[in-house]
């Protein structure tokens, strides 16, 4: 009996096509996400927010530094970034010089574990344990990124509070160190967000849980995340197949309501996790998830619902 070999070779083409679009073309496929968010008080104008998150950058990765300096052309009034910045032992020089153009602006960050360790290869089926042992590489230069993100004016909110004027409105900001690796310190900010701030904005590279839930008990209208990649790979008509922290598939990426609003607190709790822009160097594939930067434009909480694109 002769067996038919065009199905398995069907298949094989198929993977094969699929793994060489993710590695070769999606992955660079440089996106930029928009949202509004209705947080501000009303009759007031837009306050534009530049959001990076997971360069995971390399000294190579000419193509990406040269993509996000030119975000500047954006001109948003305030950039965050959430961690995640780099994935080698020379990254620090060409990420800061990247970021050069931005560090013109108004900004304020926090740190990550790969800022902190370099990446080393891992079981990617790790990935699908609620609970796995974190395998951490050398320690890398990360002193010499955030002394070179303060230096410009940037605002270190690594387990910190702090405030910005920005385009005349007062923002009160919280952040915290990595929850993904424990070191995440909420009663170092925590307390009730600053009531006389036009917005309240907090900042935690993984978005936990435990530690979202606690911002939204002290009045923060916008928590800024990232860390998920979107799930990296994303099955069509399904989702992201992991989250890699506590925090459901629903909410993997872009702009959800986190907590509704109450009399308290008439803007509730929005929730923007940011898909990222860069992957590790041991698994450099995206799939239905191109690497992105996000502009959200925060508008007058009178505004029905949030919109979003891509370009």
Known sequence: MRVSTAVPTAVLATGATTVAYASLVER????????????????????????????????GQRSKQAWVAGLA?????????????????????PTLRALDPLMELPGVFVLASNDYYAPRPKNPLKYFKTEHKRV?????????????MTARGWLDLTNARGTLTVDGRRIAFAGLDDPHMARDRYD????????????????????????????????????????THGGQLRVPFYGALVTNCGIDRQHVRWLHRWAEPT?????????????GLG?????????????EATLLTLTPRTASRPAHGVE
């Not at 948003?76 to 990254?91: E, I, K, Q, R």
């Not at 951490?136 to 070179?148: I, T, V």
């Not at 009399?263 to 898909?275: C, D, I, K, M, R």
């Not at 992957?279 to 690497?291: E, L, Q």
């Open 263 to 275: 009399p308290e607190h008439p803007t509730g709790t929005w929730l923007h996790v940011s898909a």
């Open 136 to 148: 951490h590489g050398e320690e890398l230069p990360w002193r010499e990124l955030r002394d070179g």
């Open 73 to 93: 052309d954006l001109a948003p009034d305030l950039v965050v970034t959430t961690g995640d910045n780099l994935a080698g032992m020379d990254a620090v020089p």
């Open 279 to 291: 992957t590790s160097p041991y698994a450099p594939v995206r799939f239905a998830c191109p690497p």
């Open 188 to 227: 170092d900010v925590a307390g009730t967000a600053d009531p006389d701030a036009d917005v309240r904005i907090g900042l935690v590279h993984s978005p936990e849980p435990r530690v979202l839930d606690r911002f939204t008990a002290d009045g923060y209208d916008l928590l800024l995340c990232g860390h």
């Open 28 to 59: 660079t496929r440089w996106t930029l996400r928009r949202f509004d968010v209705p947080v501000l008080p009303p009759g007031q104008a837009p306050l534009r927010v530049l959001q990076l998150s997971d360069l995971h950058m390399t000294a």
